[in-house]
């Protein structure tokens, strides 16, 4: 009878682990759709807005830093609670910036948020699938996936009806009221994992050296992926506009392509990491994905000057294989993190969540000046070389 409780908590976890990644998708990308409304109403050129941005990605790297510690010694589910409140505030600051510094600090807000929040909730997954004793992790995300592309398609949709405070305080107070049953169903601090259970764990790890090697192992090869993740969706749509000449609307296809393939691929991606392993997942989805992203453009840009439609179906063709291997490799390096002997799971979710997720932050400089260098296509190469080097850096995952 001892067992029947923590399964029963498991399985009350794990649906609402569903719901939270879902709702995390949404506010974290219910901005997005207003950025250029944003944007102009605060009077700012390309160069301050970029500049701006920055303050999601210090908060995103404080909460990141922060989360892991308070983890280990709170438990998943209190730091979550707190992260729950704090991310929707963030988007419904942004609603009222009224200039430079506060749209700057609202977003720290957010980022700060939403980091915390996903460490949080990745080292509950990794608990609960401990629990249950099978895979849930990719499902989750999949999950984020799908709450991430609802709301920006929905938001643009209703970009011409609804002014951006109301939109963004409305999803904000949903988002908090719905996180509230979410969060409270989590696992206790005593089931969550997060003291490493038996086995004695570091909290506090140093930057670099022998015992953090591993970590940095796994970061590099999820900084990888994600340099790939993010060209695909800060790049398609000009890509195929500039280069190729496909006209507005139909241009966002290659991203649609990639992020529909990612969702179909998270969801199906837990029966893969069973039946493959983490490693032999990233490995293939790394070498595939990377491949198709790299030939269909080399082969599509060509041919779009004399054959439009065929090289429209190639590029898309080409994200859609991307998009599908990319959908597990994160997860994957999450488990792989999880999983180092010796120190707290959330604290290496947490130092690889950081090396991850500043790709999101310089990749798509990176690209973009490899494009002003040469041109897009060809610095598209980068990222679809990153993409295959993920998959090779699948040699760091060690967890069956």
């Given at each position: ?281 990233v490995r293939l989805g790394g070498y595939i994905g990377g491949s198709a992203l790299g030939l269909s453009i080399a082969i599509a ?100």
């Amino acid at each position: 009878m001892s067992d029947v409780t923590p399964y029963r908590s498991a399985l009350r976890a794990r649906n609402a682990l569903w719901a939270t990644f879902g709702i995390m998708g949404v506010v974290s990308m219910a901005w997005v759709p207003r950025i250029p409304e944003i944007k102009d109403a605060l009077n700012l050129s390309n160069g301050q807005f970029g500049f701006l941005l920055m303050g999601s990605a210090f908060g995103s790297l404080c909460g990141a830093q922060l989360a892991g510690r308070l983890i280990h010694t709170y438990g998943s589910k209190m730091v979550s609670s707190i992260s729950a409140v704090i991310m929707p505030l963030g988007l419904i600051g942004i609603a009222y910036s009224g200039n430079a510094i506060e749209l700057f600090l609202t977003l720290f807000v957010l980022g700060l948020g939403y980091s915390s929040l996903d460490i949080s909730v990745n080292t509950q997954a990794v608990a609960v699938e401990k629990l249950l004793g099978r895979r849930w992790m990719s499902s989750f995300h999949a999950l984020w996936s799908s709450g991430a592309f609802v709301t920006t398609v929905l938001g643009g949709s209703i970009a011409r009806h609804t002014t951006p405070q109301f939109n963004l305080v409305l999803v904000g107070l949903v988002s908090l009221l719905l996180y509230i049953p979410a969060v409270s169903a989590l696992l206790n601090s005593h089931l969550d994992d997060h003291d490493g259970g038996a086995e004695e764990t570091q909290v506090k790890i140093p930057l670099i050296g022998r015992s953090v090697l591993p970590l940095w192992a796994i970061g590099i090869g999820l900084f990888g992926a994600l340099i790939a993740e993010g060209a695909a969706s800060d790049w398609g749509a000009i890509l195929l506009r500039d280069h190729m000449g496909i006209a507005k609307g139909v241009n966002a296809s290659a991203f649609a392509s990639f992020a529909l393939a990612m969702i179909v691929s998270r969801f199906l991606g837990d029966r893969v990491l069973e039946h493959f392993g983490p490693a032999k997942t990233v490995r293939l989805g790394g070498y595939i994905g990377g491949s198709a992203l790299g030939l269909s453009i080399a082969i599509a840009v060509p041919l779009s000057s004399h054959a439009p439609g065929a090289a429209l179906i190639v590029v898309n063709l080409g994200f859609i294989i991307a998009g599908l291997g990319m959908g597990p490799i994160f997860p994957a390096y999450i488990l792989a993190a999880s999983a180092v002997p010796g120190i707290a799971p959330s604290v290496a979710i947490a130092r690889v969540g950081v090396i991850g997720l500043t790709a999101f932050f310089i990749g798509p400089a990176l690209t973009g000046g490899l494009a002003q260098a040469t041109s897009l296509p060809i610095a598209m190469a980068f990222p679809a070389l990153m993409f295959i080097f993920s998959g090779y850096q699948s040699r760091a995952i060690k967890v069956k």
